[in-house]
């Protein structure tokens, strides 16, 4: 069966801090990978997906990029935070096109920039 | 461009009472629909679905949803609440033309009072 690992589950940083999450899948191959952040009391924001190794789209400008450097693997970076990138960062997988684009979560990472 | 609508940000039963919980779509194609549910400082758990065929699908924790095309709508119902269904509930859809990326709505957060 395909499980999804996100650590680490909670992080407190300063601002001006790098950032490095790491997200991967197991049981499966090829799949879509997504970056999601959601913001205390508002709903989900796509931040990123990928569709294979090195392919990243990005849906909104940000202070984040992220990387897909192996077939399971996707990690969102930041070079410099800031206060505004604090909230509650999913990872999710889905099988690919064609499968109705059901998606994983994975458990979370709360990030707090003090 | 496919968008969600939940209806209502907080909705408070008491035990045993039904949960129904809004969500409209906008989508200029046949949609996907979903369900998820997230418990404090989790992942998203996907509740149910609708690709195609029967438009009641039912889902885990005795929930269910009718698609209903005409009123572009995909409401959530449980009969009676139990006190473990206090969590968050999104409704997301996902264009078939483009199913990478689903769409959220802004999520509804469910209390059960004794």
């Known amino acids: 069966s395909q499980t999804i690992h996100q650590w680490p589950a909670t992080l407190v940083q300063p601002v001006g801090s790098p950032l490095s999450l790491e997200c991967t899948v197991e049981?499966?191959?090829?799949?879509?990978l997504y970056w999601y952040r959601q913001a205390a009391g508002r709903g989900l924001q796509l931040l990123f997906y990928?569709?294979?190794?090195?392919?990243i789209s990005s849906e909104v400008p940000q202070n984040l990029s992220a990387s897909r450097p192996q077939d399971r693997q996707f990690i969102l970076s930041s070079k410099k935070l800031l206060l505004s990138d604090s909230g509650f960062y999913l990872c999710?997988?889905?099988?690919?096109?064609?499968?109705?684009?059901?998606?994983?979560f994975g458990a979370g990472t709360r990030l707090s920039v003090l | 461009a496919q968008s969600v609508t939940q209806l209502g940000s907080h909705v408070s039963v008491s035990e045993g009472a039904l949960v129904l919980l809004r969500c409209n779509y906008s989508?200029?194609?046949?949609?996907?629909l979903f369900w998820y549910v997230q418990y404090p400082n989790q992942g998203l758990q996907l509740l149910l679905k609708?690709?195609?065929?029967?438009?009641l699908v039912k889902g885990i924790n005795g929930f269910e949803a009718e698609f209903k095309k005409s009123e572009t709508s995909f409401h959530l119902t449980k009969p009676s609440a139990h006190m473990s269904d206090a969590a968050e509930y999104f409704c997301?859809?996902?264009?078939?033309?483009?199913?990478?990326?689903?769409?959220f709505g802004a999520g509804t957060t469910v209390t059960v009072r004794a």
């Open positions: 049981g499966t191959s090829n799949p879509n």
């Open positions: 997301a859809v996902s264009d078939r033309s483009n199913d990478y990326k689903l769409s």
């Open positions: 999710a997988w889905s099988q690919g096109p064609g499968t109705k684009n059901i998606q994983y």
């Open positions: 989508s200029s194609v046949p949609p996907y």
């Open positions: 609708y690709t195609t065929g029967a438009t």
């Open positions: 990928s569709v294979g190794i090195g392919q």
